[in-house]
């Protein structure tokens, strides 16, 4: 079949790599790509929002599947376009449509889902203009650290960790009445602290049935020892050894079942994948956050690890059965190291080369902000590359993408050395 990924990331890399190796596939293109995706595909030049050049181009290339990589197309509604046009509709989506996709675009539209659902998850409550002053006398009843949450969509920049009752007030102000976070912000969620340590869980359903797929932890911060500012990801690890079988047991009984269960009796239809943003609270899991996509650098982890043809998973999805679909996992470890441009996530320079990742023999090598001009591979964006080991132990995978992401060169490169070693 012909198949479609949306998408220019290293999240969309790791899909077309792992999609590229089924025999299911006929063609496949990565809508816009990057200079690495064009090797499992070709690349075309559409915005992942222009719904109706998608369209137009998937009825041109007899396109059967579409595989939609980030949040924002799926929250702004391409699956329901699919769905109301007669051409388009029998065309696979894979992913949820608008409504579904709220667990992600709306933080208030999620909780109250997990409340419904008895979902466990941090004591909340929401607020808007209308209601600010009763939200800053309610911030003097919470404990230190307060969450502060932009109900929308702020591309990972929305969520703030207030240690102060000032501090807490000023931004709940900031982001309300100075729209600090644009629309996303007119709405913000009030969420308790959780003191523990941060997980993923990713889950593929058809709406009925489900497959748990291999569970990673990414690693947010920019400098080495978790310290700095927040970024999208600067490595994962998949599996994670603080989750044993007993915790996941519980995750799949207490989070999982009762998510898709949840969705089914709000009569809200579901087709793709739901990240479980978990936070392991002395043994015990807590959803911190639902994402309606596979996480980045996170699925360059957790695809390598799929032994099962990953097409014929995603076509039980599109055909409701996914419950007849064989599946199984590497016992393997992989490692994924993210090397970014110097300066990031402040202000960075695009443009640099990139050169000696010929030379990266033992890991694969995702690309992320990449861009071809002539014959050079350039930067062009925060987070460039995403070096990807796959070991038999997590030592090996970590000594391996670290090692390889210090063979890639490019003017100002970074990356931190220590990813996944607080877990040996």
């Given at each position: 079949?012909?198949?479609?990924?949306?998408?220019?990331?290293?999240?969309?890399?790791?899909?077309a790599y792992k999609i590229s190796k089924s025999p299911k596939l006929s063609k496949l293109f990565i809508a816009p790509?990057?200079?690495?995706?064009?090797?499992?595909?070709?690349?075309?030049?559409?915005?992942?929002?222009?719904?109706?050049?998608?369209?137009?181009?998937s009825l041109a290339n007899n396109i059967e599947m579409i595989v939609v990589g980030p949040e924002e197309p799926l929250?702004?509604?391409?699956?329901?376009?699919?769905?109301?046009?007669?051409?388009?509709?029998?065309?696979?989506?894979?992913?949820?449509?608008?409504?579904?996709?709220?667990?992600?675009?709306?933080?208030?539209?999620?909780?109250?889902?997990?409340?419904?659902?008895?979902?466990?998850?941090?004591?909340?409550?929401?607020?808007?203009?209308?209601?600010?002053?009763?939200?800053?006398?309610?911030?003097?009843?919470?404990?230190?650290?307060?969450?502060?949450?932009?109900?929308?969509?702020?591309?990972?920049?929305?969520?703030?960790?207030?240690?102060?009752?000032?501090?807490?007030?000023?931004?709940?102000?900031?982001?309300?009445?100075?729209?600090?976070?644009?629309?996303?912000?007119?709405?913000?969620?009030?969420?308790?602290?959780?003191?523990?340590?941060?997980?993923?869980?990713?889950?593929?359903?058809?709406?009925?049935?489900?497959?748990?797929?291999?569970?990673?932890?990414?690693?947010?911060?920019?400098?080495?020892?978790?310290?700095?500012?927040?970024?999208?990801?600067?490595?994962?690890?998949?599996?994670?050894?603080?989750?044993?079988?007993?915790?996941?047991?519980?995750?799949?009984?207490?989070?999982?079942?009762?998510?898709?269960?949840?969705?089914?009796?709000?009569?809200?239809?579901?087709?793709?994948?739901?990240?479980?943003?978990?936070?392991?609270?002395?043994?015990?899991?807590?959803?911190?956050?639902?994402?309606?996509?596979?996480?980045?650098?996170?699925?360059?982890?957790?695809?390598?690890?799929?032994?099962?043809?990953?097409?014929?998973?995603?076509?039980?999805?599109?055909?409701?059965?996914?419950?007849?679909?064989?599946?199984?996992?590497?016992?393997?470890?992989?490692?994924?190291?993210?090397?970014?441009?110097?300066?990031?996530?402040?202000?960075?320079?695009?443009?640099?080369?990139?050169?000696?990742?010929?030379?990266?023999?033992?890991?694969?090598?995702?690309?992320?902000?990449?861009?071809?001009?002539?014959?050079?591979?350039?930067?062009?964006?925060?987070?460039?590359?995403?070096?990807?080991?796959?070991?038999?132990?997590?030592?090996?995978?970590?000594?391996?993408?670290?090692?390889?992401?210090?063979?890639?060169?490019?003017?100002?490169?970074?990356?931190?050395?220590?990813?996944?070693?607080?877990?040996?």
């Amino acid at each position: 079949m012909n198949i479609l990924i949306i998408g220019s990331g290293g999240r969309e890399s790791a899909f077309a790599y792992k999609i590229s190796k089924s025999p299911k596939l006929s063609k496949l293109f990565i809508a816009p790509g990057n200079a690495g995706t064009g090797q499992y595909g070709e690349n075309v030049a559409l915005k992942v929002t222009d719904f109706k050049g998608i369209g137009e181009f998937s009825l041109a290339n007899n396109i059967e599947m579409i595989v939609v990589g980030p949040e924002e197309p799926l929250v702004k509604g391409i699956h329901d376009y699919f769905l109301a046009d007669e051409q388009l509709k029998h065309i696979a989506v894979v992913g949820p449509q608008a409504e579904g996709a709220q667990l992600e675009g709306s933080k208030d539209f999620s909780k109250e889902f997990m409340i419904r659902h008895q979902v466990p998850t941090a004591a909340f409550r929401s607020f808007d203009k209308s209601n600010l002053e009763e939200g800053l006398a309610y911030l003097d009843t919470q404990k230190l650290p307060i969450v502060l949450k932009a109900d929308g969509l702020a591309a990972g920049k929305g969520v703030l960790i207030c240690e102060s009752y000032e501090d807490a007030k000023a931004e709940l102000k900031a982001m309300i009445s100075d729209a600090k976070f644009g629309e996303a912000s007119q709405v913000v969620v009030v969420e308790e602290f959780l003191k523990g340590i941060e997980l993923s869980v990713f889950v593929l359903t058809d709406g009925e049935n489900y497959k748990v797929l291999p569970s990673a932890k990414d690693y947010k911060r920019i400098g080495e020892g978790d310290t700095g500012l927040n970024t999208g990801g600067m490595g994962s690890v998949s599996p994670v050894p603080f989750a044993d079988q007993v915790f996941l047991d519980k995750v799949e009984e207490r989070i999982i079942k009762p998510t898709v269960d949840g969705l089914k009796k709000d009569n809200i239809p579901y087709k793709g994948f739901i990240f479980i943003g978990l936070m392991n609270v002395d043994g015990e899991p807590f959803v911190i956050e639902y994402n309606v996509r596979m996480g980045d650098p996170e699925t360059e982890s957790v695809l390598v690890r799929i032994d099962s043809d990953l097409v014929d998973l995603l076509e039980g999805v599109a055909q409701g059965n996914l419950a007849d679909r064989s599946y199984t996992v590497s016992p393997k470890t992989a490692a994924t190291v993210v090397i970014v441009s110097g300066g990031y996530p402040g202000d960075y320079e695009n443009g640099k080369v990139i050169s000696n990742m010929e030379n990266v023999k033992e890991s694969i090598v995702f690309h992320a902000g990449t861009k071809q001009v002539g014959a050079n591979v350039v930067t062009a964006g925060g987070r460039v590359l995403a070096i990807t080991a796959l070991e038999e132990d997590l030592f090996s995978a970590l000594q391996q993408a670290t090692a390889d992401a210090g063979r890639v060169f490019f003017e100002g490169k970074y990356f931190r050395t220590d990813i996944g070693f607080d877990l040996i």
